[in-house]
């Protein structure tokens, strides 16, 4: 086989492979994601591999074992969090409950909602994992899904911090009709002396 055929096989596969990226339409990736998708047995191998597509601008590093096909100052923070996580979470508590206003004090960094508790870095960015049971963890209600990243409405945000704690202070109006339909549908315990 001459060089030039060598050399357009590679070119072909690399190109096979940023095609199936594509089409996942993800920015976040673990080694292991990518070692099924292009269905890299070896170790070695794969992280050979990852190594030379960091070298060529293809993937950006940003920690051992996770990649992005864009800058890690261009990736939204609330996904690289969850993906970081590589678990189910979604971005509640004081992160939402302070951008919507209805607590003053800037949170120390993003808080995480998931089956584990962690703090870490990330890209310049702190996060906190708080650990939730899994009879409510998995409950969809107030939970929506936002460019890949599920964030909490500001009312589960409320009724996730009363899980964590019942005598929390909260600095505007909170919509307690609603924070109590979602600690029912939840399974949470009620707070009744916060209902107005």
């Known amino acids: 086989m001459s060089t030039d ?18 089409a996942l339409g993800e920015v976040v990736f673990h080694a292991s994601d990518l070692a099924t998708l292009w269905n890299i047995i070896n170790r ?15 993937l950006y590093r940003i920690q051992h074992g996770m990649y992005a096909i864009k800058p890690v100052n261009k990736v939204d923070p609330l996904l690289l ?10 971005v509640g508590c004081e992160t939402i409950l ?14 995480l909602i998931s089956s ?13 994992c708080r650990k939730m049971a899994d009879i409510f963890l998995y409950q969809s209600e107030g939970i929506s899904e936002n460019n890949g990243v599920r964030v909490a409405t500001p009312e589960r945000a409320v009724a ?9 202070y ?20 009620f707070t009744p002396e916060r209902y107005q």
């Open 5 to 22: 055929k060598k050399t357009y096989g590679r070119y072909s596969r690399v190109s096979r492979r940023f095609q199936q990226l594509a």
């Open 170 to 189: 909260f600095d505007a109006p909170v919509n307690w009709k609603e924070v109590r339909r979602i600690q029912k549908a939840v399974g949470y315990p």
């Open 160 to 168: 996730d911090l009363l899980y964590y704690n019942a005598h929390v």
């Open 81 to 90: 969090g969850i993906k970081a996580l590589h678990t189910y979470a979604y």
């Open 44 to 58: 070695n191998t794969l992280y050979t591999t990852l190594k030379r597509y960091v070298q060529q601008g293809l």
């Open 98 to 111: 302070f951008s919507e206003g209805i607590l003053n004090q800037s949170p120390s960094g993003i808080t």
């Open 116 to 128: 584990v508790s962690r703090r870490f870095v990330l890209a310049g960015k702190e996060y906190s």
